[in-house]
């Protein structure tokens, strides 16, 4: 399935470029500083989670450090259904085996993401280096991606927020999700998330680098995605499910 | 003679009391939806049934249905300039009138049912391809400029020759747009209830079934008010349409779950939504099928009630009814029911269960407001233009009828 | 447009405790005036679907520095309230300012 150019980059890139045109036609543009470059195609990001070993605790103080790190799950009128979820804690038991299995679910950063695909005006997106998010510029709030998507990884703002976290901006009306911490990872950071397990139960890291330690970890134990057969090819691994 | 011009077609007169009162009772219902809308919009999502779980409620129930509905109410007229059938002709221009304002009614709630309704113009200028729901944006613009163009050429004497083409242009695009409308349900993969490729011809099927029934009370009504002529001929005709429509739809909803319970991963979707359901399953078997399905084909059949008006009306009604369920059971029942995300595991907490949801007040009061926007457009719109013919008896629906 | 320019003036400084910025974010007065909703939606696009992260015509810059001082609580006051930095302007030529339902009108406390 390798494609030389595919549609979406073509989209991309033009509007992209369209992007700067437009601008630089009305004025000259500064340069922007070399180690604050754009997210890059060479680059995929990806999380290895071992459930095997990590605690329920762990679990949890993800899920917190997550809601501390973007303001979300403090809303005022909205019921635990209405609530936002971006990451949360899932229990599951082995039909077979019996054998229960606790682990985070959140949105999976697809390679393939039915979010984007159904998103009528291209606020679904994918940036370059695999993390999907939502553009609330023009996110008019029809939730498709919230029908399309298979891990119930999406939430919809159900009313009016204040007090925003500088960083993530979030507003009534729009859907919203995991952003694998976009803004610590280009100023090369950890998630919130990984980072509040000290363990190395989750890893975080460059899926396309073949000498990072997720890419060797994940070519050494066994790991599988969520919803394998739906060929999405998921930037979230576990091992241990 | 030529048998067409013994067609007149005539304004209606619009100056006693039922109409005003008409217009009076379908203004309260918009301005209502309205001030619905203004409720939901201004608090947030919070004050409805909807959740993360049930993302679209019951304004998408009402929406899906008149859209659905608005590309078969355009039958009548593609029956007729498609397909030569002279005897639908005088009702061609007040299919086409239905046709889109159904539409209307059903994209002004699906609009304002949107997280941010004030970005209208981003899903106007922002097109993402790859989405069915930018195609369906596409479609339903098109549909607009297409039916308009058709009402045109059968308006004006001049064009009246160009009107079958376009009638076909018409008959094609309305058979996408409701393939598209399906496809919104049927290419979601993620989801057991919907990931069908037959829900797009399901869908156009289910389109024949509730235009028409939409089509024959707003003639019926019409006609009654105006004190002008109807044909048995002509109502005779529709009704065994509308039974033949009916009796299809329902081929189509048992082939449908028929197929999903071959495959074993979707019998627990299937026992959910026909057995184990409450809600869902009650409205799938009492509503949907008998009240919906089975009663109206033995209104229509019965040699008792057969040929009668009155039981053609109430039949079209409730079509509408079991239509208006069935979209529930699709779109509510397929997202109460949680997705299969871990095969051969149950999920203990943390998802899963049957999502529960009760739809609010105000979400009822902008569905019927669509219904609403769109008699009172039919109304506004047979007052000023010429779309009834001024007779349909039986003479002039079908000179040949009685020989 | 006298007035409208003595508001401007005013409100420059914005919070007149915190370090005035001097580099040149803005060429012009007249430049950023006609020119910033272009340079926020080029640079929203630049940060958020191509993650670039630098401090020229980020919004959070201009609340940073724009926002004023509520003297009696010491708190920030909304830069998008009644007759702050952005509203002055926007309230006379009657353009509602959208980028504050998701954005924070103010800057994080104990910021600059």
């Not at chain 1, 939502?134 to 703002?157: E, K, N, Q, T």
């Not at chain 3, 915190?18 to 340079?39: C, N």
């Amino acid at each position: 399935m390798t494609k030389a150019l595919n549609r979406r980059d073509f989209i991309q890139n033009t509007s992209a470029i369209l992007g700067v045109a437009s601008v630089a036609s009305g004025f000259t543009l500064t340069t922007f500083a070399a180690d604050k470059g754009p997210a890059s195609g060479g680059k995929r990001w990806g999380m290895l989670i071992n459930t095997n070993i990590l605690s329920e605790a762990e679990i949890d103080s993800m899920v917190s450090a997550c809601k501390k790190e973007h303001g979300w799950g403090f809303e005022e009128h909205s019921t635990g259904s209405q609530k936002p979820s971006w990451i949360k804690k899932v229990k599951v038991q082995d039909r077979a085996t019996k054998k229960i299995t606790s682990l985070p679910l959140m949105c999976q950063h697809c390679e393939e993401p039915p979010c984007v695909d159904v998103c009528p005006t291209n606020a679904s997106m994918k940036r370059l280096d695999g993390v999907v998010l939502v553009d609330r510029h023009l996110c008019i709030g029809c939730r498709f991606c919230m029908m399309a998507c298979p891990y119930d990884a999406r939430s919809f703002v159900h009313e009016d927020l204040s007090n925003q976290k500088e960083h993530m901006p979030r507003g009534k009306g729009t859907v919203e999700s995991c952003t694998l911490c976009v803004h610590k990872i280009d100023n090369g950071e950890q998630p919130a998330c990984v980072a509040s397990v000290k363990t190395d139960a989750v890893i975080f890291g460059d899926l396309k680098d073949k000498n990072s330690i997720i890419s060797k970890t994940l070519r050494k134990i066994q790991s599988t995605q969520i919803r394998a057969d739906l060929n999405l090819n998921t930037g979230v691994r576990y091992s241990g499910i | 003679m030529n048998k067409i011009s013994k067609v007149r077609y005539q304004q209606v007169d619009g100056s006693g009391t039922g109409f005003y009162v008409l217009v009076a009772l379908l203004s309260v219902l918009i301005v209502v939806a309205l001030g619905a809308v203004y409720f939901m919009e201004h608090n947030g999502h919070y004050v409805t049934g909807m959740s993360n779980r049930i993302v679209w409620g019951t304004p998408h129930v009402f929406a899906i249905f008149l859209i659905v509905a608005a590309s078969g109410a355009l039958n009548v007229a593609s029956i007729s300039s498609v397909f030569q059938k002279k005897m639908y002709k005088p009702l061609s221009r007040l299919s086409g009138l239905v046709s889109l304002a159904l539409l209307a009614g059903g994209l002004m709630i699906l609009v304002l049912d949107l997280g941010r309704p004030d970005r209208l113009i981003v899903a106007m200028t922002e097109y993402n391809f790859k989405s069915i729901f930018a195609w369906n944006i596409i479609l339903y613009n098109g549909f607009f400029v297409i039916v308009g163009v058709y009402l045109w050429m059968m308006f004006e004497r001049r064009m009246n020759k160009f009107s079958s083409k376009v009638g076909l242009l018409a008959l094609t695009w309305r058979l996408i747009l409701t393939t598209g409308t399906g496809s919104i349900f049927g290419f979601l993969v993620s989801r057991q209830a919907y990931d069908a490729v037959i829900m797009a011809p399901m869908f156009i099927i289910m389109s024949f079934a509730f235009g028409l029934a939409f089509f024959i009370l707003i003639l019926l009504a019409s006609y009654k008010w105006t004190e002008r002529d109807l044909g048995d001929a002509i109502m005779n005709r529709l009704g065994n349409l509308l039974g033949v429509f009916i009796a299809a739809v329902i081929y189509f909803v048992a082939i449908y779950h028929l197929g999903n319970l071959y495959i074993t991963e979707n019998t627990g979707v299937e026992d959910f939504l026909l057995f184990d359901g409450e809600i869902y399953s009650q409205l799938f078997w009492y509503v949907q099928i008998i009240l919906g399905g089975l009663v109206p084909i033995a209104l229509i059949y019965s040699p008792v009630t057969r040929g009668n008006r009155m039981t053609l009306g109430l039949a079209s009604v409730l079509v509408i009814i079991g239509g208006i369920a069935q979209i529930y059971v699709i779109i509510i029942g397929g997202q109460a029911y949680p997705m299969e995300m871990f095969p051969g595991m149950d999920i203990i907490s943390g998802y899963g269960g049957i999502a529960s949801y009760i739809p609010s007040i105000a979400e009822i009061f902008l569905g019927v407001g669509g219904i609403a926007v769109a008699l009172i457009t039919i109304v506004f719109f047979v007052k000023f233009l010429p779309f009834l013919p001024e007779s349909l008896s039986d003479e002039v629906a079908d000179p040949h009828h009685n020989r | 447009m006298g007035t409208m320019f003595a508001q401007y003036s005013n409100n420059l400084s914005g919070n007149s405790d915190a370090t005035y910025r001097t580099d040149p974010f803005h060429e012009s007065i007249s430049s950023i005036r006609k020119m910033h909703p272009e340079l926020l939606k080029h640079k929203r696009n630049e940060t958020l679907r191509h993650g670039v992260r630098t401090e020229e015509n980020s919004l959070k810059e201009c609340v940073n520095c724009h926002a004023n001082i509520n003297e009696n609580t010491g708190h920030y006051i909304d830069v998008n309230k009644k007759g702050q930095f952005c509203s002055s302007c926007h309230k006379k030529v009657s353009i509602s300012v959208d980028c504050f339902s998701c954005h924070r009108p103010t800057p994080t406390k104990g910021g600059s």
